[in-house]
């Protein structure tokens, strides 16, 4: 729990405040309610501003409280043109809200919203943009508005 609480308090130090967080800050811990009336603090957090769960990830050298997302490979896309990247995932459970860019060496991540997309577009041998049936099994979605990272609450680690 010291941890959670650290976080959390580390998030309000780089933001400028000089105490921990009361009910009015942007993120809510998420609470387990178990079934034999248990209370449980969880490492995921509520972003109040962005409407989703989120739990904290290191995206080079700082942590963000990311949602659940999914990650976009290179070469992958979701339209003829092959020039917008696509994602995909099972067809059980519900849309994922956002899919990132692998970091590069010298490139930091893109979020991107995301929207429905009727096939993922592969480029085959010749070069030639097509569908590949291979993914027509799975929902398929392709990326739409960049999001920024600064969007996103930061937050950075210290040892005490």
Not at 14 to 31: D, F, H, I, K, Y
Not at 53 to 69: A, E, M, N
Not at 82 to 105: E, H, M
Request: glycine share 6%; net charge negative.
């Amino acid at each position: 729990m010291w941890k959670l609480w650290a976080i959390t308090a580390l998030f309000t130090l780089s933001c400028g405040m000089t105490e921990a967080p009361t009910e009015p800050s942007r993120l809510r811990r998420n609470v387990l309610h178990a079934s034999d009336g248990t209370t449980l603090d969880t490492l995921s957090f509520f972003d109040t501003k962005r409407q989703e769960d989120c739990g904290f990830q290191q995206v080079r050298d700082r942590l963000y409280c990311l949602p659940q997302l999914l990650y976009i490979s290179p070469g992958y896309f979701g339209d003829e043109a092959c020039s917008i990247p696509a994602v995909y995932t099972s067809k059980c459970g519900s849309q994922p809200s956002l899919a990132r860019t692998l970091d590069g060496c010298d490139t930091p991540p893109k979020f991107y919203t995301l929207k429905p997309a009727d096939h993922i577009y592969t480029m085959n041998g010749m070069g030639k943009c097509q569908p590949n049936p291979s993914f027509d099994g799975f929902a398929v979605y392709a990326a739409d508005a960049e999001v920024p990272l600064s969007t996103f609450v930061s937050a950075s680690m210290a040892t005490h």
